[in-house]
């Protein structure tokens, strides 16, 4: 004897269709598209970040403090955190 779930029309699982206006799929795909770029830069940011990073150490931290030192870290750790 087989039992079947019998679900309210709104919850049927056999007919599951998303409705939506075209202003909503429109906006569901410039969201993805703007998405995917910033998904691939961040990728290559944090690629590059991490092949500098032994120069980084070797140059930056392991020296004297100097202007250009802080020219450094001025520049390079907030387009870090804004991206």
């Known amino acids: ?3 079947s779930l019998v679900l309210d029309p709104p919850f049927d699982l056999c007919c599951c269709q998303l ?4 202003e909503e799929v429109q906006a569901v795909t410039s969201l993805l ?5 910033s998904s691939i830069v961040l990728t290559l940011i944090s690629y590059e970040y991490l092949l ?8 930056v931290w392991q020296k004297r403090w100097s202007l250009m030192s802080w020219l450094y870290l001025t520049v390079s750790f907030p387009l ?3 991206s």
């Open 33 to 37: 598209w703007n998405n995917y770029p």
């Open 1 to 3: 004897m087989s039992r």
């Open 19 to 22: 409705v939506m206006s075209n």
């Open 80 to 82: 870090l955190t804004h």
């Open 52 to 59: 500098q990073f032994e120069k980084e150490v070797t140059y």
